[in-house]
């Protein structure tokens, strides 16, 4: 028989962390509501019996069904050699799943899009995922099943509405994005690289600075980015700039400038720190460094820039985001420019 503890509702939240701190709590089943001659009662499952508690038999159980793999579903389909390609991690943004398949298994596409569809109900396509390309960073999708593209993804407290066979949504840069929605309160800061508001607008939920000048080249992510200011309600600090940021970035304005973009960033490193007050402010400068060249790199680049324009930086931090490719790291460099 399954034990429980019996335990009057106002009492069951500090007894469940009591269970769950000394490992006796039994999580393969539900905690259930009763009532017993009209009081509410807690019937929490448990290991084994427990002192000071009373335990009782539980007459039905109820258990959490046990979640089953992509490959356990497809165990009876596949065959053991293309079970070995099967993936074992895929992106779900809003209600759509995006997966990388092997070469391989190409073939199989549909039953492992109706597979992952399976395993999560309220998806409703699933996009095959073939990497990023181009000045844009635009990624290369086609649609296994399904009619839906475009899908708003909400993330901590924060909604960015995109169509994900035209726009890239890194779940690696989440710390980053979080990071930067502590950062630049009563603030101006300058995004030059705003995409769709990755970094601009949990800024601007958050921190509330006082003005986000937030430049996008490309008119689809330009779009979106006009879009996600009004589904977040920020359209009185984010003002969105269609533009090149080698262009249209603004001169000695800024507390604060974020230069969220990879591969080519340094290019771009001289009206970055051109856009920041002369009474100094914060630059948060991104590259893809390959391993050996870790932080040196980044650090040189940003001193030889702001010694061209006669600046003078001091390194704040240097932090990695993610592995990127094979040996080289996306990473961000902080610095202080005055
Ligand atoms: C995709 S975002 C970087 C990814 C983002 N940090 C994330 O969390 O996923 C970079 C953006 O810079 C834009 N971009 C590229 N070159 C630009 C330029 N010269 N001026 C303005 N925007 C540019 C790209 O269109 C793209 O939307």
Known sequence: MKKAILIPVEDAESARSDLLKNELLDGSRKIKL????????????????????????????????KLQSLKDRLMSVLSSDELKHVPSRWQILGDIIIVNIPRKIDNRKIVIAKALLGMYPRCKSVIQDFGIKGQFREPNRKTI?????????????????????KIMYSKGNLPERKRMSKVGSGEIVVDMFAGIGYFSIPMAVHAKPRQVIAIELNPVSFGYLCENI??????????????????????????????GYVGVTHHYLEQGIRAIKKSGGVLHYHETTPESLLFDRPVTRI??????????????????IKKYSPGVWHVVVDAHVQ
């Open 34 to 65: 009763i009532s017993l001659k009209g009081e509410k009662f807690l019937e929490i499952p448990v290991k084994t019996d427990v002192k000071g508690y009373t335990v009782i038999e539980q007459d039905a159980p109820e258990y959490y069904e």
């Open 145 to 165: 099943i399904g009619d839906k593209v475009e899908t708003i993804n909400k993330e901590h407290r924060c909604l960015f509405k995109m169509d994900v066979t």
């Open 230 to 259: 009004k589904l977040n309600h920020v359209e009185n600090i984010i003002k969105p700039i269609n533009g090149d940021c080698a262009e249209v970035t603004p001169q000695d304005v800024a507390d604060r400038v974020i230069m």
């Open 303 to 320: 001193e030889d820039a702001a010694h061209t324009v006669g600046r003078r930086v001091e390194i704040l931090d240097c932090r990695r």
